[in-house]
């Protein structure tokens, strides 16, 4: 396998992976309640205060957070 995830397998076991580790509705939940406490102001902060509630690095929610479509990978 690469280690760039460019294989099928590793793409499915990331994806896998981050749906084991990163569940949908619990990553919507929590990102709806930190945008109602106003406790982060940028995606950044966003990505970095869910990374440490899910025990994830900030790359994968990083990715997480783009493929559920709630970041912009453009950063804007």
Do not use: H, K
């Not at 783009?66 to 453009?74: L, R």
Request: no cysteine; hydrophobic share 45%.
């Amino acid at each position: 396998m690469s280690a760039t995830g460019s294989e099928r397998e590793e793409i499915e076991a990331n994806a896998f992976a981050a749906q084991l580790l990163m569940p949908e509705p619990l990553v919507l939940s929590a990102v709806a309640e930190l945008r109602e406490e106003d406790r982060v102001t940028s995606d950044a902060g966003l990505i970095e205060t869910l990374a440490n509630e899910f025990q994830v690095s900030s790359q994968a929610m990083g990715y997480r957070l783009i493929n559920m479509g709630i970041i912009d990978p453009a950063g804007g």
